[in-house]
């Protein structure tokens, strides 16, 4: 079951201009994690963010999670051409039987034109 | 050069056909998942395994299965009770889920077709 929805669906912005995308979840999570995918590859893990962490950094990403409104928001800061891809969100929670997995939303369409 | 390796790249299946999708991992990663990805969606769970000669159904298995004889290899045959199978296809492994730590190392992916 899909927890994690992305918000906006898609984003097109100028090279240089910072890119805010949102992700919303449902139920208690361990941590939560951002993914990259380029256009028909595999998905790439950018940063993990922990239910006890308010705010995190990597390089040009920001990631703040408030486990009070089950939400989490990506920045990318100057973005360039490169940045284009699809971002995931993914809630790391227990699914039951003993199990834990993660769940990804439908993600975000990121588009930097030059 | 370590990773995860899917074959093949693009795979076309006929009516009434069983195929099967390679996976390998060279991480030593004890859990390996499959996934699938329609256009514009999210990715959806179909198998996971936490350790060899051990799988679990995900949230869409049916006409799938799946095998982990070796630690390295999880392997996924679409059968044809499977109706809708073109979609794009991920594997994936990690470490141990529930360990405070579960970033997920994605292969290339396999497009599936129908002829």
């Known amino acids: 079951s899909q927890q994690g929805e992305e918000d906006p669906q898609a984003l097109s912005i100028q090279e240089g201009e910072n890119a805010t995308m949102n992700c919303s979840y449902k139920?208690?999570?361990?941590?939560l994690q951002w993914y990259r995918q380029n256009s028909g590859r595999g998905l790439v893990h950018l940063i993990l963010?922990?239910?006890?962490?308010r705010e995190k950094h990597s390089g040009r990403l920001r990631v703040t999670l408030d486990t009070s409104k089950k939400s989490s928001s990506l920045l990318i800061t100057a973005s360039r051409a490169a940045d284009t891809a699809s971002y995931f969100c993914?809630?790391?929670?227990?699914?039951?039987?003993?199990?834990?997995?993660?769940?990804f939303g439908k993600g975000t369409k990121l588009s930097v034109i030059p | 050069d370590g990773g995860i390796t899917q074959s093949p790249k693009y795979l076309f299946r006929k009516e009434g056909q069983n195929v099967t999708l390679s996976c390998e991992q060279n991480?030593?990663?004890?859990?390996m998942y499959w996934y699938r990805q329609d256009p514009g969606q999210g990715l959806r769970l179909i198998y996971y395994?936490?350790?060899?000669?051990?799988?679990q159904k995900g949230d869409i298995a049916e006409g799938y299965s799946v095998s982990r004889e070796k630690k390295e290899s999880f392997p996924l045959t679409v059968t044809s009770a499977q109706k809708n199978p073109t979609a794009f296809y991920l594997c994936?492994?990690?470490?141990?889920?529930?360990?405070?730590?579960?970033?997920?190392?994605f292969g290339a992916g396999t497009r599936l077709s129908v002829l």
């Open positions: 395994s936490q350790i060899v000669n051990d799988f």
């Open positions: 994936a492994s990690s470490t141990p889920p529930g360990l405070a730590k579960n970033i997920q190392y």
């Open positions: 963010i922990r239910s006890n962490e």
């Open positions: 993914a809630t790391d929670g227990y699914s039951g039987a003993g199990s834990y997995q993660l769940t």
């Open positions: 139920t208690s999570i361990n941590n």
């Open positions: 991480l030593n990663h004890d859990a």
